[in-house]
C-alpha cells in the first residue's frame, strides 16, 4: 500500500514570506507526527495529532508554527514569517493509533530552505 | 528530560568486517521504548526495531543483532559481514511509555561501507 507522502519535495522562499508543508498519512492511521531534522542531527518532535486534535504540541517552537488536521487525515504545517532559521527538512510520521510502543512510518520529508 | 548520545559521528567499514553502533540513553522512566532507525541517502526513515525496557533480551534477525543493557543504558546494535547496502545514518531513539509518544533521536551515526 501507499506510504507517507508529503508535499512539496522541495520548498524554496524568502525570508518573511508564509509557507504550507502538506502530509498525507497511511491510510487508516489515526496518529500523525511532525518532525524537523537539521543537518547533521537527528529529527526533532515538534507535533503530534491523535485523530482531529494535537495531543501534544510542546515542540512547536514559536508561534510562527502552525499545524492542521481538519478531517483526520491529511494534516499542514503552516509556518509564517519565515526566517533563515527554519531551514531543514520536515518530516511527517505516521502510525496505526497513538501510544509509545507503536512504530511510526516516515514519510520522504520536504526540504525547507528560506533564503 | 529525556537524551540520546550517539557518540559515534562517522564509522567506515570494508564490506563483511562486523560494525557495532553504539547508543546511551539518559531516562528517568521505568518504563521507556527504544527504537533503530536506518535513514538511507534517498533520506526516508526506515524502522528497523523496538525494544521496552522490561525486555532485555537480546534479539538478532538476519545480519542484524541488538544489545540492550539497562545497566549501563546501552542499546547497541551490531552488523555482520556489513554489505555496501548498509551505508546509511542510522539513528536511536527513545519514547516515553504512555500516551506521550514523541521520539527522542540521538544524533545518528554516518556508517560508510565499501568494497
Known amino acids: 500500500g501507499a506510504g507517507v507522502s508529503q508535499t512539496p519535495s522541495n520548498k524554496v522562499t524568502e525570508k518573511g514570506k508564509y509557507v504550507e508543508l502538506r502530509c498525507d498519512p497511511i491510510s487508516g492511521h489515526t496518529a500523525l507526527y511532525w518532525y524537523r531534522q537539521s543537518l547533521g542531527q537527528g529529527p526533532e518532535f515538534l507535533i503530534y495529532f491523535q485523530g482531529t486534535g494535537a495531543a501534544d504540541d510542546s515542540g512547536l517552537p514559536n508561534d510562527r508554527f502552525f499545524a492542521v488536521r481538519p478531517e483526520g487525515s491529511v494534516s499542514t504545517l503552516k509556518i509564517q514569517r519565515t526566517e533563515r532559521g527554519d531551514s531543514a527538512v520536515y518530516l511527517c510520521?505516521?502510525?496505526?493509533?497513538?501510544?509509545?510502543?507503536?512504530?511510526?512510518?516516515f514519510g520522504p520529508g520536504t526540504r525547507l530552505t528560506v533564503l | 528530560a529525556q537524551k540520546v548520545t550517539q557518540a559515534q559521528t562517522e564509522i567506515s567499514v570494508v564490506e563483511k568486517e562486523d560494525v557495532t553502533l553504539d547508543c546511551v540513553y539518559e531516562t528517568r522512566d521505568t518504563t521507556y521504548y527504544l527504537f533503530w532507525y536506518k535513514q538511507p541517502p534517498s533520506g526516508e526513515l526506515v524502522f528497523l526495531i523496538r525494544?521496552?525496557?522490561?525486555?532485555?533480551q537480546n534479539e538478532i534477525s538476519g545480519r542484524y543483532s541488538w544489545n540492550f543493557q539497562k545497566s549501563t543504558s546501552s542499546f547497541n546494535f551490531t552488523i555482520t559481514a556489513s554489505q555496501v547496502v548498509d551505508s546509511a545514518v542510522y539513528f536511536c531513539a527513545l519514547t516515553q511509555a504512555g500516551t506521550a509518544s514523541k521520539l527522542t533521536f540521538g544524533t545518528g551515526t554516518r556508517l560508510q561501507v565499501t568494497l
Open positions: 525494544r521496552n525496557s522490561f525486555d532485555e
Open positions: 510520521a505516521s502510525s496505526p493509533r497513538g501510544g509509545s510502543y507503536n512504530e511510526q512510518f
